[in-house]
């Protein structure tokens, strides 16, 4: 046996400090679900979300919106982990389809790979790598040019994407300040910033998260340009730049606000929203659902003006008169559940 044989044989997977891992790298059990259920349903069963995975939100009330049956062919605009476009399946078979869009290739090769596994082949799960202001153009590569019975959309971000620190989208762990749902496409956060004015700043500090200290926090972080490379970099200046003595509930509420702005900006998530409602009156057959799970005021104003301007010229039927939330029962099994607000409609 040669050395190089022999390291690989005695080596081990790295060990965690203390009783319980902390880096999401160390979590390997909880990232191998299909080797260690039982510690994938303890972790579910103490309201956490595993690490790589992300818990559904209002899976029963989704259904109850779209009400699809089998034979119908819809659209899940953002595949994620697959807990909504699994529950979407098992309701259109026999005879069904559903089209599954997602813009990050990682997640979307593993979460397909999966429900293939499961039985979901290419039959019955057509699988695209797009955001979902391109849906119309996809419809048109399967041939579904009348469109479909229903859509959904499960807006924001994933917990997969949230709670690795490679990605960047948390200040809770330290890592590249890159924030895309696409890894190699665009610019990362921390080059947005990098070529930001303080102006450019301030907008999306207002327009993406209504932060109240928008004005000071632009300049705090335009002063530090080019320094602002990691979550951590980050998270350190926006803390600098609040008031003394500032709460530390509300620096907390001032990081999310200003992570959100940042993560929104670099993927243009409003713009691909705006498209996604602007298209969705063409994409929906005569009778066809419509379902929005929001995560923000940003998105859940977008999507209830868009819904209302609907119903006012005739395209829908109906509408959701206020969104449907989250039960008491659901946010402390899943306290990630707490922000969601569901709308539907449902085309003339």
Known sequence: MSAAEGDSVRRRRPRYRGTHPRRFEEKYKEL????????????????????????????????RALAPKPGERGVDCTLGYGGHTRALLSRILPGGSVCALDVDPRELAKTAARLSAEGFGDDVLRVKRTNFAGVVAVLGELGWHDGVDFVFADLGVSSMQIDDPARGFTFKHDGPLDMRMHPTKGRSAAEWLASASAADVERILVDHADEPRASRLARALVARRGELGTTRALADAVRAALPPRTPDEESERTLRRVFQALRIAVNDEFGALDALLRQLPNVLRPGGRAAFLTFHSGEDRRVKHAFARGLADGTFRAIADEPVRPSPEERREN??????????ARKA
Do not use: C, F, N
Request: proline share 14%; no cysteine.
């Open 335 to 344: 306290p990630r559940s707490a922000p969601a607000k569901l709308r539907w």
């Open 32 to 63: 191998a679900p299909e080797r260690y259920p039982e510690l994938v349903a303890h972790v579910r069963a103490r309201g956490m979300t595993p690490a790589g995975q992300h818990v559904p939100i209002l899976v029963d009330e989704v259904l």
